[in-house]
């Protein structure tokens, strides 16, 4: 199981941690002792908000390999909609079995063509924005299309990340995890 | 207005940009168009989880001139414990009007004498080390002491993130910043 974490300038670091946390403990708490995972992006280091850089473990390599990709949203997102460079290489994902996004980051999603025919979701504020791209924008925490999975903004990158550690290692694992993170409203979430 | 964001080896991620994304806010969504911020430690660069590296903007500088400091948790906590360098340096924010903290970085707040005579709560694997250091250790998200205020594990740091923004700025801030968080939860988190 490898996950691809995408990176890029101007997302939003919550979108990214908040996913990342509960994955990364499929593996430090043992319920998939062989997870792994690279930051990927198309340049070495991506500055981040103050006082914080992402290095970039994989420099603009395919996405093919990875079992799941993860697409932050952010106010970046808008820029890479016609960045042709960032658009191709997310579409070396297309045939990964899992796809998923926070918030503005289904617009990429979107852009690639991964939402064609599927629901989706976003940051509220990227709803109209999303609509051209998929079958019908949901307004719910969570939009789990099998193949391709949303959520909405920033915060839901912590349900998102939850709700990928029962996809990916059942209800028990779920419930540690989030038991561990301290997450209290894990059974409130929303899904369509 | 002014913010120091301690960081240390091995500390959480989401313990810190829990916080760091509702307070970075007031600053970009202008509530507190003055407000300012640095990421403090005592080397130049820490490393965190993989793919990511935090950059320190004051190198071991005394935390005496800040408004408000915030201590993350995390495996790393406990060998800071009796790190006396780290201690005296977290020693000299002594007389800041507010000191905080998430997870198991209250057992930072406490090694450094901060939680005298006062209530205080933590990650509850850490409530038995908490005891020694505080009046009483309480089962709450927050615990708000005025001048100490400490937040239970790992996703509290959100809810931190925006009780601060209340004391900082008010109610309505609060709300349009939990609002643009996509945070539905905002109001069910209990305080004492």
């Avoid at 969570?142 to 550690?165: C, F, K, P, Q, Y």
């Amino acid at each position: 199981m490898k996950i691809a974490f995408i990176v890029y300038e101007r997302m939003n670091a919550l979108d990214f941690i908040g996913v990342y946390d509960p994955l990364s403990r499929l593996q430090s708490m043992g319920f998939l002792p062989d997870l792994e995972w690279e930051v990927c992006g198309l340049r070495r280091e991506i500055p981040g908000e103050k006082g914080m850089l992402f290095e970039v473990t994989r420099v603009a390599e395919s996405l093919a390999a990875y079992d799941v990709i993860v697409v932050p949203g952010g106010p970046g997102s808008r820029s890479l909609l016609h960045n042709e460079k960032f658009i191709t290489w997310l579409r070396t994902a297309t045939l990964i079995p899992l796809k998923v996004s926070v918030g503005s980051g289904s617009l990429l999603l979107g852009q690639a063509g991964f939402l064609i025919g599927r629901r989706a979701t976003s940051h509220p504020h990227a709803f109209l924005e999303l609509e051209p791209f998929c079958a019908r924008v949901d307004d719910a925490r969570i939009v789990d299309e099998g193949e391709v999975v949303t959520a909405r903004g920033v915060t839901a990158a912590i349900d998102l990340g939850l709700h990928l550690v029962r996809r990916l290692a059942g209800d028990e694992a779920r419930s540690r995890i989030a038991r561990q993170m301290d997450y209290p409203y894990a059974d409130l979430t929303d899904y369509q």
